[in-house]
């Protein structure tokens, strides 16, 4: 046998090697374990005392909006009875069909600021699909259509539906089939659903870009135009975001006329009230326990954690669940299915502990999250503002921890100093119990 055949034989047998690259790759996703039930869940205590009717703040009632009964039963009965500051002025003009670009901070109410004007112009004998709303994500798009389901609860003819990816396309061309009057969706998802002829939006009156800066970042810029040069019909677009970026304005300088601006700033009365602390810890093993002791130490009942990685989501979750703690995950790589079931036990507080990467930390508008805590500082600073905006919504307090190594000190930095936030570093002696007021309480 010659050399050349030897070094052929060899080759051969390195490939017969089954399974040798799924065993040794490092980031393999194995399936979820099994948990027993959560020892340690906490249930929020019923305050019949607590006015919920403070958490909208602008002065002006829904009643003196010349809404419509349906609309008005459903807000009373969420016990609504003032708009935001967002609501009042965007409500108005689009009621009116006229353009709006709206730049508001997080939790101030968008979505209701457009939703109750679609809502309120739909016309019930017309089929076709009267008003778009396109959104970067499909948590945001899922959040969005549920609001608007909440609202028109009290109108039987309403059909809304999402249109996202990562579900099997076939049943949403079965529920497009039902002549929805108002369509969510994502950029991608709707623009695959027109290539196919299952979806219309020639007749579209109301066009609504809901986080247009995030979409537009995300790289959306394209599929969004395209979508809007396919609405002849079209009588007004709306463009609400949190930031006003230059793709956002190229997009309104390009399909609005005459467009009333709305700019809520920040200030004391819509400002989230978010308490920011930082504690120092060595190392991973005492970022664990650091975990444990606030989750112990505190009467939080819904907590969100972030990590910078989905290895780190799983380990973290593990940690958590088996030491009887009621959590559980959402990453990139959890199915649709599993990721919606997650967020909804969240959100009805069947769960008291949400771990996730920064898929969750812009598009979910989740109430009543008592704490963020950043298990891992995000690499983008503008990336630490949408995390901390999950806790301080509605008028409410929240409080925000951040866990850091002596490697993070130059990234805390950069974050304080783009912020402009007074963000305390506590001593972590064991016991880590926050108060209102973003102090710590040491009881050793």
């Known amino acids: 046998m010659n050399k050349t055949e030897i070094n052929e034989n060899k080759r051969k047998k390195t490939f017969k090697r089954k399974g040798s690259f799924t065993k040794n790759r490092k980031y393999e996703i194995k399936p979820e ?90 016309d019930y004998e017309n089929k076709e699909i009267q008003a778009l709303i396109l959104a970067p994500t499909r948590e945001l798009v899922i959040q969005i259509c549920e609001e608007l389901k909440d609202l028109s609860e009290f109108m039987p003819k309403v059909k809304i539906e999402a249109i996202y990816g990562g579900k099997p396309i076939e049943g949403q061309i079965k529920a497009l089939k039902r002549n929805p009057q108002i369509i969510v969706a994502t950029p991608g998802r709707l623009k695959d659903h027109i290539d196919r002829k299952t979806l219309d939006i020639s007749k579209v009156r109301t066009a609504v870009l809901d986080e247009a800066d995030r979409m537009l970042d995300m790289g959306f810029i394209e599929e969004v135009t395209k979508i809007l040069n396919m609405m002849p019909s079209r009588k007004n677009l709306a463009l609400l975001s949190a930031t006003m970026s230059m793709g ?26 978010i308490d920011q602390i930082c504690v120092m810890v060595q190392n991973m093993h005492s970022k664990m326990k650091a975990v444990g002791s606030i989750l112990d130490n505190n009467d939080f009942y819904k907590v969100l954690i972030f990590c910078n990685t989905i290895n780190m989501v799983r380990m973290l979750t593990d940690d958590l669940r088996e030491k009887g703690y009621s959590a559980n995950c959402i990453y990139g790589g959890k199915s649709q299915t599993g990721r919606e079931k997650t967020i909804r036990a969240f959100k009805d507080e069947k769960l008291n502990i949400l771990i996730a990467t920064d898929v969750a930390a812009r598009g979910l508008d989740i109430t009543d999250v008592d704490a963020v805590i950043n298990f891992d500082l995000p690499a983008d600073k503008e990336q630490y503002v949408h995390r901390i905006g999950r ?15 002596p490697f993070d000190q130059d990234k805390l930095n950069e974050i304080k100093k783009y912020c402009k936030a007074d963000i305390k570093e506590i001593v972590n002696d064991g016991i880590l119990r926050l108060l209102n007021e973003g102090d710590l309480e040491n009881d050793n």
């Open 248 to 273: 956002v304005m190229d997009i309104s300088w390009l399909y609005q006329r005459d467009a009333v601006e709305v700019t809520v700033e920040e200030n004391n009365e819509n400002k989230p009230d």
């Open 33 to 122: 374990r099994i948990f027993s039930e959560p020892t340690k869940f906490k249930k929020r205590p019923v305050n019949p005392d607590e006015d919920k009717q403070k958490t909208n703040y602008s002065g002006t009632k829904f009643d003196d909006l010349n809404l419509s009964e349906g609309i008005i039963k459903a807000l009373n009965k969420k016990e609504y009875i003032y708009s935001s500051t967002v609501q009042s002025d965007v409500i108005p003009p689009l009621m009116e069909y006229k353009d709006v670009i709206a730049k508001a901070p997080t939790g101030t109410g968008k979505t209701f600021a457009f939703g109750i004007p679609l809502l309120e112009q739909l």
């Open 391 to 405: 806790t301080g919504r509605a008028m409410k307090n929240g409080i925000a921890v951040s866990l850091l190594t």
